[in-house]
Structures are given as structure tokens and as C-alpha cells.
């Protein structure tokens, strides 16, 4: 079997797929990738499904020795910097890794999380039904250090290329009310989507701490209920926190809004100190949203990118008629 043995990661690198789906009635946090469409574009460049388990690499990176090889990596996430052995990888392309070959995304330039992909996925021993893993708990697993040990699935060699990659929408963070709106001033919406919001320094996986005016809800006692990621929870010192992918299934803070599934993604790769809008949305529109996003990530397409096409016709010296007939039409 193939593996990866990491050489150097900052904070933060962790194994994630697409979730621990059906847990949280017990208590179970779904954890998972925090770019969903990021991850799904790695996976489909190597071959992989899109919820497969991959690498979410944080801002300064990581790199990783294929210890047994060949493998085929490929990366995701907005701006991340893919080499092999110091030659750089385009977005939208897989490449071959041999055995011995350093693979590293070395920043993250356009965002928060990147995601290296390997063909055959990230193969662990799944706990619950994924291979996420959820920091807080350690279910899955926890960060990873210099010296771990990834094995790697089986899976084609063959390079890939995506002729589009598809990016997240842009403008305002949408939201819809919250099951405690009441607990707040009337105005307290207005005021939500009024602001300027800032990412704080504390903001991870768990959840995005905002700093902005005062959000304060009146001073009854709340039994806990179930919260999910994307709940804008807002403790007694009236700065709100919304919710991520390890979020806890419980909460005991009253909740004003809720941020819509499809924009969940393109918060987390707000990075800290980034100012935001929020906007208010109606289900509906939250409903279409979630079903563009799922539409997109089912139609990811990634060709291999040895194939005939108008590009390569342009480039060959067809005018004269003299051609290679010997050559590898296939050829990268």
C-alpha cells in the first residue's frame, strides 16, 4: 500500500472527508472538510468521489515523503500552492508522485484551507462510518505531526485536468432568523446585517467569533438545544460566534440567525481579521442555494489531461503538413 509520511505541517492539518453523518441524536459532531467544494475538486482531479478523505492544510502549508509510491496528488482550496519536489503543480491539474519525491502545498493565498487529494484517498480505519477527524474529541483522530504515517488507497495514476474549477459565490454571507430571534431587540436583525463583522483571532474549526456591536439577548434562562454548524450563537457579552463543522449538537447560548449551508464553505476561508456583511435571505432561497451547491459538486468532471483538444490542435505546426507521425498524440 501506498503512504505519505508527513515531513512538515503547520497547526491546524488534520484528515477530513465529507463527515460524520447520522451521530449527532448521540452527541457526535459531524466534523468534516471545512471547504466542502474545495475538497470536492481535489478528489475528482485524482479520480476520487468528492466526500473522500483527503489532507485540509492550513495557511503555511505542509509537506509530506511518498514513502511507497507512485502516487497521483492533486490540490483544492482558493489560491493553495501544489509542488512536486519544487515544481510547481497548476490548479486544476493532478500530478504523479514516485517514491521518494517530497509533495507540499506551501501557502494557502487565496483562503484559510487547501486540500491535497491522493488517488485511492486517504485510507485510515473509519470511525463512525468517516475518517474525519474531530479535534476536540480526538474521534478519527486528532492533528497531524512531523513523522506521521498516512496510508494511501488504491487508485489510477493517470493525470487529470479540469478545464473550469468553480469558485464560491461573493457579496454578503447569507442568513436566515434564528428559533430565538424573539430572545433579541427588535432591531436586533437589522442590526446583524447593518454591521461590518470582524473574524477573530479565536475563530477554528469549533466555530467563527465575531467582533462587532453588541448583540446582547435579554437575561432568561435557557434550557440547551440543538444547534448545527451555521447557528449564530450569542453568549451574554453580546459578540455572537457562529458555529463551524466541530461544532458541539448542544448550546445553551440563544441563537439570532442562522447561516445558510452553501455559504458555510466561503466563511471558513475567511481568514482571521477579515471583515464581512451578513445578509438576510428567506428559506427558499437558503433551500436553492444548498441545491446549486450539491448540483455543482455532483457535476465536477476532470478529463485526463493527455487528451486531444482544440488547444493542443492550435499549437501543433499543422499549416505546412509536417507532423510527427511518431508521436504520442496522448503525451503530456
Not at 157 to 166: F, G, K, S, V
Not at 185 to 205: E, G, H, N
Not at 234 to 263: E, N, W
Request: charged share 20%.
Amino acid at each position: 500500500m501506498s503512504r505519505l509520511v508527513v515531513e512538515r505541517c503547520a497547526p491546524g492539518v488534520s484528515v477530513q472527508d465529507g463527515g460524520r453523518t447520522g451521530w449527532r441524536r448521540y452527541g457526535v459532531s459531524t466534523a468534516g472538510a471545512m471547504d466542502r467544494l474545495a475538497l470536492a475538486v481535489a478528489n475528482v482531479l485524482v479520480g476520487n468521489g468528492p466526500d473522500c478523505a483527503a489532507v485540509e492544510v492550513t495557511l503555511a502549508g505542509a509537506r509530506f515523503r511518498v514513502a511507497e509510491g507512485p502516487v497521483l496528488v492533486a490540490v483544492g482550496g482558493p489560491g493553495a500552492v501544489l509542488s512536486v519536489d519544487g515544481l510547481k503543480i497548476p490548479q486544476g491539474a493532478s500530478a504523479r508522485a514516485d517514491t521518494g519525491q517530497m509533495v507540499e502545498i506551501s501557502a494557502i493565498l487565496g483562503g484559510v484551507y487547501g486540500y491535497l487529494a491522493v488517488a485511492g484517498g486517504i485510507a485510515l480505519p473509519p470511525e463512525m462510518g468517516s475518517r474525519s477527524a474531530h479535534l476536540r474529541s480526538g474521534i478519527g483522530g486528532g492533528l497531524l505531526t512531523p513523522g506521521d504515517n498516512l496510508p494511501v488507497g488504491r487508485g489510477a495514476l493517470t493525470p487529470r485536468a479540469m478545464d473550469q474549477i468553480p469558485a464560491h459565490t461573493s457579496g454578503a454571507i447569507r442568513c436566515i432568523p434564528g428559533p430565538q430571534e424573539d430572545w433579541f431587540a427588535a432591531d436586533a436583525l437589522d442590526l446583524l446585517v447593518a454591521a461590518d463583522w470582524q473574524i477573530d483571532m479565536r475563530s477554528d474549526r469549533m466555530g467563527r467569533f465575531l467582533v462587532g456591536p453588541r448583540l446582547a439577548p435579554d437575561e432568561r434562562s435557557m434550557v440547551s438545544d440543538g444547534v448545527l454548524p451555521g447557528s449564530i450563537q450569542v453568549p451574554p457579552a453580546g459578540q455572537p460566534i457562529i458555529l463551524m463543522r466541530d461544532c458541539q449538537t448542544t448550546g445553551g447560548y440563544p441563537k439570532l440567525a442562522t447561516v445558510i449551508s452553501a455559504d458555510l464553505d466561503r466563511l471558513a476561508q475567511l481568514p482571521a481579521g477579515a471583515n464581512f456583511r451578513l445578509a438576510l435571505v428567506e428559506r427558499a432561497d437558503a433551500v436553492a442555494a444548498a441545491q446549486r451547491l450539491a448540483h455543482t459538486i455532483a457535476g465536477l468532471v476532470a478529463h485526463p489531461s493527455g487528451r486531444i483538444d482544440s488547444r493542443r490542435l492550435l499549437s501543433a505546426n499543422l499549416i505546412d503538413g509536417m507532423v510527427d507521425a511518431t508521436a504520442d498524440p496522448f503525451s503530456v
